[in-house]
């Protein structure tokens, strides 16, 4: 029944589309910055968004909203030090943005590898990397990227105490995690510098921007100098370091503003559709729901992520696997999925395996390769429905030889 009104009304559904508030609370933002000509990267909606973070995430942190997250990531790996020829280890199991600002700064990215319980870096893993950098350099790694990967905290605790150990600051790219929690704490707030994302996929968007959160206003104001082309005080231009445009506009700032008025609301929803997504395909063989390790994890699950048993066929599927890509049903599943409407993705593909890293040192376990041969991610959000969960699930058990 459902399928065929699904057919019938050629309905398409998305991995995770932006959705603007119910009540138009973006729009009023942004018609205010017109009606008061703040059309400039400044102005009351950038400040007013950064105060809405501040109050979502704790006031003692400092929000820097930019033009992207990657921006956010360049800026905090600068504010850390990290220069020409210097290491910085970073997660590999993540889209690119997370590792391409190591590059910016001239520095080089060191691979370290995920653990199977949140996907996100293996502790274990970074201390031997960081003992055998220290053992072939003669010196430690300049700064760490972790990743709350699909909004799932990574295994905080023991990540911090490395950093401490070897003082070594983290930046946590939480890009997808707004509205994650570790231990009661919000994502967002671990390592030394953290950023956020707000591009038109994420949990919330401003069409295209970005959050560095400091502990500081001193390093607020360092962040706002490099990401306003490092403008001296003075009445002329005067430069005395090399900066950025990265900052946030008014317009934009002004769409972060009304999306503030529904995260809770809207993290609610990815949480209850991640719950559903369980519950129906708990029965089904050889299809896992990637969920909360434990107790200390609370996911916004910006996606929701399965994993296919490489035994499973789906109708269509090729029989020939193709070294360093998904296992056959993944994309036999993908291709099934779209003819029906829905968009599904292989999860990302780690970097040391990008053609563009290939010669970065990496420190390995085999998990991130092997999630990347069985996994998928199935759309999320304010805009899928109970019904659309029902209809994906239903999709997948029928493509299931
Ligand atoms: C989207 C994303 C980014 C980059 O965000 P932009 O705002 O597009 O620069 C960085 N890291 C992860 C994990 C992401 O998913």
């Keep these: 029944n459902i399928i065929k009104q699904y057919y019938m009304e050629r309905k398409r559904i998305y991995l995770c589309l932006s959705h603007m508030s119910e009540d138009g609370a973006e729009q009023r933002y942004v018609k205010e910055a017109f009606d008061t000509n703040w059309v400039v990267p400044l102005g009351p909606n950038v400040n007013g968004f950064e105060k809405d973070l501040e109050g979502f ?25 990290v220069g020409k020829d210097d290491e910085v280890l970073c997660q590999t199991f993540s889209f690119c943005a997370s590792t391409n600002p190591v590059v910016y700064c001239g520095a080089k990215p060191v691979f370290i590898d995920s653990e199977p319980d949140t996907w996100n870096m293996d502790p274990v893993l970074l201390e031997c990397a960081i003992q055998d950098r220290l053992a072939k350099n003669g010196r430690l790694p300049k700064a760490i990227i972790v990743v709350d990967l699909y909004g799932m905290p990574a295994k905080w605790n023991a990540l911090m105490a490395i950093s401490q150990k070897y003082g070594i600051p983290i930046v946590e790219d939480a890009a997808n995690a707004l509205g994650s929690f570790y231990d009661g704490k919000p994502c967002g707030t671990f390592g030394t510098i953290r950023t956020f994302s707000f591009n038109g996929n994420k949990i919330i968007t401003t069409s295209g921007g970005g959050a ?37 506009s008014n317009i934009c700032a002004g769409i972060g503003r009304g ?72 994309e036999a599943l993908r291709v099934y999925m779209d003819a029906a409407g829905i968009e599904a993705r292989p999860v990302w593909k780690p970097m040391h395996k990008q053609p563009v890293y290939k010669n970065s040192p990496a420190y390995m376990n085999g998990v991130s ?16 429905s109970d019904e659309d969960v029902c209809y994906i699930v239903e999709m997948i058990k029928r493509a299931v030889v």
Aim: glycine share 6%.
């Design 57 to 81: 995430i704790g006031h003692d942190m400092r929000v820097v909203v930019l033009s992207s997250c990657a921006a956010a990531l360049h800026l905090a790996l600068l504010l850390l030090g």
């Design 369 to 384: 390769e092997a999630i990347f041969k069985v996994g998928m991610c199935l759309p999320a959000g304010p805009y899928v």
């Design 212 to 248: 560095l959160v400091c502990n500081d206003s001193e390093i607020k104001t360092k962040a706002i100098f490099l990401a306003t082309q490092a403008r001296e005080k003075a009445p002329y231009y005067q430069h005395e370091a090399v900066g950025f445009n990265y900052r946030m």
């Design 259 to 330: 999306q503030m008025t529904v995260l809770n609301d809207y993290v609610a929803r990815h949480k209850k559709v991640h719950d559903l997504y369980k519950k129906l395909l708990k029965d089904v063989e050889g299809i896992k729901v990637h969920d909360n390790f434990n107790d200390l994890y609370d996911s916004n699950f910006w996606l929701t992520t399965i994993t296919v048993d490489p035994e499973i066929r789906i109708k269509g599927q090729n029989t020939t696997a193709i070294d360093g890509e998904p296992n056959p049903n993944i």
